[in-house]
């Protein structure tokens, strides 16, 4: 016996656990890798299986710990239905199914560094619905997160840009964020005390139930993918870290802190995206990359921090 009382620990972790910080590293991190389990994933099935197969057998998963919350709230999620079912689509079904296919054409790095504007999406949403003034600052960090995301898809070209050679991929990933960022700014309509276990659920299971009519035309005709080790592992990776951790950890960070907090870690998933590429993938990580990384960083830092500085002084 050491006479250190054993709740203790425990009720410190649990204490961490309800920082909004650490659980936005955590879900970003997990999505981080989701980039580049995904690519690896191309080598065996289409992105929509793999969007597909993740939502199922995540709420294959989560099933059991969750029902009993889901069932409680049952009466809120009826009266709000068509708001859930439109978070559902933009998250569960949209998001994640246009990443995948994306993938298809365009890099791990890639991905990450679109995902990176998701603060300025959301700071923009909440601009236009009248939630948030913008100051001069703020609108030039937003100019200059659109300059370096088009850095980035035009791969440091103009001539691409001009001679719309742009890469679909992008393209579909930008739809993506855009999606998700709105998503983020709805999830503010939420009550705290809603139980994110049994939320989660829900959206999962609607949201699954969107992708399917594009998964049954997906496999027609063809054969699907084999369930082997690998396979195995790609399947388990994303539907436990970037769905069921990820999701829950974003959800409840939101809830307690924001959506513009959220968005601003949304910044790290370009981090490790691209340092996981680099590692696993041998993706190059070029000049416009990082051009384009430091531009919308830079917007990010004149909207947020530099523009509330701003804000202070001018009220004084």
Request: proline share 3%; aromatic share 14%; charged share 10%.
């Amino acid at each position: 016996m050491t006479g250190l009382p054993t709740g203790v620990p425990r009720s410190r972790a649990r204490r961490w656990f309800e920082l909004p910080a650490v659980l936005l590293v955590l879900a970003t991190l997990f999505w981080g890798g989701n980039a580049v389990v995904g690519k690896l994933a191309l080598n065996y099935m289409s992105g929509i299986e793999l969007s597909f197969w993740r939502w199922v057998l995540a709420f294959v998963i989560l099933l059991p710990f969750a029902w009993r919350p889901c069932l409680r709230d049952l009466g809120y999620y009826r009266r709000h239905r068509w708001l859930l079912l439109f978070l559902a689509l933009l998250s569960v079904s949209l998001y994640n199914s246009l990443q995948y296919v994306a993938l298809q054409w365009t890099s791990a790095i890639n991905v990450g560094v679109v995902s990176a504007t998701m603060p300025l999406e959301v700071f923009l949403l909440t601009w236009l619905l009248g939630q948030e003034r913008a100051n001069w600052l703020q609108k030039l960090g937003l100019l200059l997160a659109l300059l370096g995301v088009g850095w980035v898809v035009a791969r440091g070209q103009l001539q691409v840009l001009t001679g719309l050679q742009l890469n679909p991929g992008d393209l579909l990933m930008l739809t993506a964020v855009f999606g998700f960022a709105i998503y983020s700014v709805l999830m503010r309509k939420l009550p705290r005390e809603l139980d994110k276990l049994g939320l989660l659920l829900l959206l999962i299971f609607i949201g699954s139930i969107g992708i399917l009519p594009f998964y049954l035309w997906d496999i027609s005709g063809r054969e699907t993918f084999t369930l082997n080790t690998d396979t195995a592992l790609i399947l388990g990776y994303v539907a436990i870290f970037p769905s069921l951790l990820s999701y829950y950890f974003w959800n409840k960070a939101v809830l307690l802190g924001g959506a513009n907090q959220a968005g601003l870690f949304t910044n790290l998933i370009s981090v490790f995206a691209s340092l996981l590429a680099v590692i696993f993938l041998g993706e190059a990580f070029r000049s416009y990359h990082v051009i384009g990384m430091t531009t919308i960083f830079l917007a990010i830092l004149l909207a947020t921090y530099v523009s509330k500085w701003y804000s202070l002084r001018q009220s004084r």
